[in-house]
């Protein structure tokens, strides 16, 4: 097997192919690397998403099936194998996947908000927004971000603004606080500052705030 340091130095390696545009180079790579180690998930992970980069979105989905097969449970493969579905033009099963993986666990947050942006792309709005209204509900930052809204209803800013930094110490994409700081820098006109926030906001959902807005009106 190889030493820590050699696996580490490989993988890099191979990182640096893919970034460098150069994604047939690093699957070769790579496919050395995991015959050499005996499997190994890192390396195994960095393969699925160079053989998605080629388009070959059979092989990727394979590889990030069998990874979700030795982590059950892990938010992040289950939404690796989503990606690599949704590359393959394959929605409805990226659909099926995660509403599988969440009747098995409920709480999973990150999995609510990528079926409601995906029910969101496919256009059943309706279950995009009930999705997104799970991911709320099982929020455990829930009655923290209820207090910060609570406080701008009041007029109370500043404790506002101490309670959503909070929660993003706990977890820096919590899309609540994200969005309310940046509500709150936009009432400040730091421009700037908001846009940056809402970046943030994006990763966890790309269109949580457009469908709160729709079902508002």
């Known amino acids: 097997l190889m030493s820590a340091n050699l696996l580490q130095k490989t993988y890099q390696v191979a990182t640096d ?6 994604p047939l180079e690093a699957e070769k790579q790579l496919k050395q690397f995991i015959i050499l180690q005996n499997g190994d998930l890192n390396c195994e992970r960095l393969l699925g998403m160079a053989l998605m980069r080629q388009n070959k979105h059979d092989e990727s989905i394979e590889v990030f099936k069998s990874i979700c097969g030795k982590v059950t449970g892990t938010p992040i493969a289950v939404l690796d194998l989503v990606m690599a579905y949704k590359a393959a033009n394959q929605a409805n099963q990226a659909i099926i996947l995660l509403q599988s993986e969440l009747k098995k666990d409920p709480k999973v947050v990150k999995l609510w908000f990528k079926l409601g942006d995906i029910l969101f792309e496919e256009s059943r709005f309706k279950e995009a927004n009930d999705a997104y209204d799970k991911a709320e509900d099982n929020d455990p930052a829930r009655v923290l971000v209820d207090d ?6 009041s007029g109370n800013n500043p404790h506002a603004e101490q309670v959503f930094r909070k929660i993003l110490s706990r ?9 309310g700081l940046a509500m709150l820098a936009m009432q400040g006109q730091l421009f700037w500052e908001a846009e940056e926030l809402l970046g943030k906001a994006k990763k966890r959902s790309l269109y949580w705030p457009t469908a709160l807005a729709g079902s508002a009106d």
């Open 148 to 153: 910060a809204k609570n406080a701008i209803r």
């Open 171 to 179: 977890d820096p994409e919590q899309i609540d606080a994200l969005c």
């Open 17 to 22: 192919l893919l970034n460098k545009g150069q």
